[in-house]
């Protein structure tokens, strides 16, 4: 069965300093990830995906993830955090070989404070 | 429009109520994915279409839980005899289908049964 694991509810960072947010998965087969974005009463943004190639993956808002298979990890990662990019992140995962749909973590909520 | 586009917004239906929701998904994306969001937690899939066809119900809670997409844009999902459990966020994404491709969400619906 497919899942995803993000261990942390909350996440602080003062702005300015780098920021991770993690990820762990469990599929059968070649995994498909994706990051999402939400802010209050939005739906899910698209941030960035790791299909196949190169492990570190670049994304919008100068967000990127690194995907270690050997970890089974594909964590969110920015240099340098902004207050704007507050908000509650999504890991998901679909198997590659299986239908389209994403299987999606609990969330971390994202707090950048000045 | 641009993106996906769900009505109503915000829906309060009494128990025991059938609702309808609508998803109006990106022109052109042949797949169609609905997932629900309780509160506190990740999207869980529902249902997924490719073009009019469901491919997938195995997210479906129970028998009162039914979508379409009779022509292969559109699609509504119904719920029949709502109960208190059935209230959250219901959430349409569309993608161009094929492998690997990203899912861009609505901005949901959110239903609340009283």
């Known amino acids: 069965a497919q899942s995803v694991a993000q261990p942390e509810d909350q996440v602080n960072v003062a702005e300015g300093n780098p920021l991770t947010v993690k990820c762990t998965y469990s599929v059968s087969g070649n995994p498909y990830l994706f990051w999402y974005v939400q802010y209050p009463n939005r739906g899910l943004q698209f941030l960035l995906k790791?299909?196949?190639?190169?492990?570190l993956v670049k994304g919008s808002y100068g967000f990127e993830a690194e995907f270690n298979k050997s970890q089974t990890s594909f964590h969110l990662k920015k240099p340098s955090a902004l207050v704007s990019d507050s908000a509650l992140y999504f890991c998901a995962v679909r198997n590659a070989g299986a239908t389209n749909k994403l299987i999606f973590g609990t969330g971390t909520l994202l707090a950048v404070q000045p | 429009g641009a993106g996906v586009s769900q009505s109503p917004r915000y829906k309060v239906a009494k128990r025991g109520q059938d609702v309808a929701l609508r998803c109006d998904p990106i022109?052109?994306?042949?797949?169609l994915f609905w997932y629900q969001q309780a509160l506190g937690q990740g999207p869980e899939f529902l249902t997924y279409f490719q073009n009019e066809a469901q491919l997938d119900k195995s997210g479906l809670p129970s028998d009162r839980f039914f979508a379409e997409r009779p022509e292969g844009s559109v699609s509504t999902l119904k719920i029949q005899r709502t109960q208190q459990e059935d209230s959250a966020v219901y959430l349409c994404a569309s993608s161009l289908g094929g492998t690997g491709t990203e899912a861009f969400f609505g901005q949901g619906t959110r239903l609340t049964v009283v």
């Open positions: 022109s052109g994306h042949v797949s």
């Open positions: 790791y299909i196949t190639g190169d492990n």
